[in-house]
C-alpha cells in the first residue's frame, strides 16, 4: 500500500517504525486516516494504535516526544513531534455492560484482532501495519475496502448498536458527508432497535457529542435534522419528538442566525423550553431576554410560538444604556440600590417606542429633570 505524507512526516514516522521494533511491539495506522487515504482524501489527524502499551511506548521514546496529555484507562495519548501532533491508542478489549453507556476496557495491550472488532463500522475497521522499512501493510479482516468502494456502512457484529447507539447518528453523519449507506442488514438492525430502545444505561453526554459533531457543517444540518426525525433516530433519546424543518427554515431567517447547526442541536437536547411567565411591557420583555443568544431565542420561539421573542429581536435588543453607575456617582448620587432603580428607569425609557431618550446627553438631561439629589 502506499502512502505519501510529506518528507517531515515520513523521517518521524520511520523513527517511530524503527523504535518500535526496538521497543519490541507492532504499530499500525487506523480508522479515520485508513479510511481517507483509501477513498483518495488527504487526512487531517494522524493516530497510531500500538499493539501493546501505548503511553509505555511513548515513554520510551524520551525526549524525541512532547507528551500533552494521556488517559491512562483507555491507553491513549496526545503528543507533538517535531510540530506534529500524533496521537497514540493502546489496542484494547471493551465491553458494554450495559446498552448505551460508556464502554469499561477489559484489556490494554490485546491482540489487533480484539481491538478492531470493538470499532464502530467495517471502513473503520481497517489497520495499517507501519514497517521500519516505510512499507505499508493493509490488514483489513472485515472487508472493510470493499465497503468503501461500495459506499455501505455495516457494523462488526449484531449487539454494535445496541452496545452503541450512538453508531446510529455517526452512521448519518459518514451518509451525508461521504454520501455512504447502511446496508439492508444494517437498516434491519437499527429499525429493531429503535422499536424498543434500552435507554437505562444511556450516556447522554455521548449522544450529545456526537450530534454535535453531526450539526457541525450548515451545509448538512438542516438535512440531518430532517433525515434525524424521519428515520426516528431521536427514538435514541426520546420516546416522542415533533419537528417541523419548514418552520426551522423560517425561525432561522427570523432571527439571522448563522450557526442554525447549533440551533439543531439545541433543540433536539433542550427537549423542554417552557414559555416565560406573563410579560406585562416592554421593560419585562427586555429584562427576561437580555440574556439570551440568537440561538436561544430561535429556540425559544421554535418551542413556545412566544411572540415576545420577536418584539425583543427586532425592537428592544439592541436599545443601549450608556450612563453606567460611575457616572450616576459622579453626578453625586450615592452608592446603593438608587443606582440600579436609576438605571433600570433610564432603559425603560428608551425601550418605549418613540423614545426621545436616545443618546448619553439625553439620558443624563433625563436624570437630572427625572431624580433630585
Known amino acids: 500500500m502506499q502512502i505519501n505524507f510529506d518528507n517531515k512526516i515520513n523521517e518521524i514516522i520511520k523513527i517511530l517504525a524503527l523504535e518500535a521494533e526496538r521497543f519490541g511491539v507492532k504499530i499500525y495506522f487506523i480508522g479515520g486516516l485508513v479510511r481517507d487515504i483509501l477513498m483518495g482524501k488527504k487526512p487531517l489527524d494522524i493516530d497510531i494504535l500500538v499493539e501493546g502499551d501505548a503511553i509505555q511506548f511513548v515513554q520510551f521514546l524520551g525526549d524525541f516526544v512532547q507528551i500533552k496529555s494521556l488517559h491512562k484507562d483507555f491507553g491513549t495519548i496526545k503528543t507533538q513531534i517535531s510540530g506534529i501532533d500524533i496521537d497514540f491508542a493502546s489496542t484494547r478489549k471493551e465491553k458494554y455492560p450495559i446498552s448505551g453507556c460508556l464502554p469499561v476496557v477489559e484489556k490494554i495491550g490485546c491482540k489487533l484482532e480484539e481491538d478492531l472488532i470493538r470499532r464502530d463500522f467495517t471502513i473503520n475497521a481497517i489497520a495499517v501495519r507501519i514497517l521500519p522499512t516505510l512499507e505499508y501493510q493493509l490488514i483489513d479482516l472485515y472487508n472493510g475496502c470493499k465497503d468503501i468502494k461500495s459506499g455501505i456502512l455495516r457494523v462488526l457484529h449484531k449487539k454494535s448498536y445496541i452496545d452503541d ?39 447522554k453526554d455521548r449522544v450529545v457529542l456526537t450530534l454535535k459533531k453531526l450539526f457541525s457543517s450548515n451545509e448538512r444540518a438542516l438535512f440531518a435534522l430532517e433525515e434525524f426525525y424521519k428515520k426516528k433516530y431521536y427514538k435514541i433519546l426520546y420516546d416522542e419528538f415533533y419537528i417541523d424543518v419548514n418552520k426551522f427554515k423560517s425561525s432561522i431567517a427570523l432571527f439571522n442566525v448563522e450557526d442554525f447547526g447549533k440551533v439543531c442541536l439545541s433543540y433536539i437536547v433542550e427537549i423542554r423550553k417552557e414559555q416565560a411567565p406573563t410579560l406585562k411591557n416592554r421593560f419585562e420583555i427586555y429584562k427576561y431576554f437580555s440574556n439570551f443568544s440568537d440561538v436561544d431565542l430561535c429556540v425559544y420561539y421554535l418551542k413556545t410560538e412566544d411572540n415576545n421573542a420577536i418584539i ?30 436609576i438605571l433600570d428607569k433610564i432603559t425603560e425609557v428608551k425601550l418605549a417606542k418613540n423614545s426621545t431618550v436616545i443618546s448619553f446627553e439625553d439620558e443624563v438631561n433625563f436624570v437630572k429633570n427625572t431624580f433630585k439629589l
Do not use: A, H, W
Open 312 to 341: 425583543y429581536f427586532k425592537e428592544l435588543k439592541n436599545v443601549q444604556v450608556y450612563l453606567k453607575g460611575s457616572d450616576l456617582l459622579g453626578m453625586g448620587f450615592t452608592q446603593g440600590k438608587i443606582i440600579g432603580f
Open 165 to 203: 447507539p450512538t453508531r446510529i447518528l455517526r452512521g448519518l453523519d459518514f451518509q451525508l458527508r461521504f454520501n455512504f449507506n447502511f446496508c439492508d442488514e444494517d437498516k434491519k438492525i437499527i429499525k429493531e432497535y429503535l422499536k424498543n430502545p434500552n435507554r437505562e444505561g444511556l450516556s
